[in-house]
């Protein structure tokens, strides 16, 4: 059964740093895992893609330079490390697999998602 489980989010103040992990389960880590973001009344977007070998990843333009993603395929994990927090940061964040082990932001061809984790930036 494929699970994924994020974890890591919480409140922060503004310039603040969070590390999120999404523990995956069920499946190997072949498959490029994503991260995105849904804010109150917007639409889910996508933040952050790491591809199945690790070796190449990709970012928002709202968070490059400030985040960075990474995974561990001996413990099925990968984290987003969020620096520079900025209050337009908050929103649930989710992890998802992807049915290949190439990247894209978009949310076509994630087909196992997480239940999501609250980051709040605020002071």
């Known amino acids: 059964q494929v699970q994924l489980v994020e974890s890591g989010g919480g409140l922060v103040q503004p310039g603040g740093s969070l590390r999120l992990s999404c523990a995956a389960s069920g499946f190997t880590l072949n498959n490029a895992i994503g991260w995105f973001r849904q804010a109150p009344g917007k639409e889910r977007e996508g933040v952050s893609c790491?591809?199945?070998?690790?070796?190449?990843?990709y970012y928002a333009d709202s968070v490059k330079g400030r985040f960075t993603i990474s995974r561990d395929n001996a413990k099925n994990t990968v984290y987003l490390q969020m620096n520079s927090l900025k209050p337009e940061d908050t929103a649930v964040y989710y992890c998802a697999k992807k049915m290949a082990s190439w990247c894209t932001l978009g949310r076509g061809f994630y087909d196992y998602w997480g239940q999501g984790t609250q980051v709040t930036v605020s002071s």
């Open positions: 790491i591809t199945g070998s690790g070796g190449n990843t």
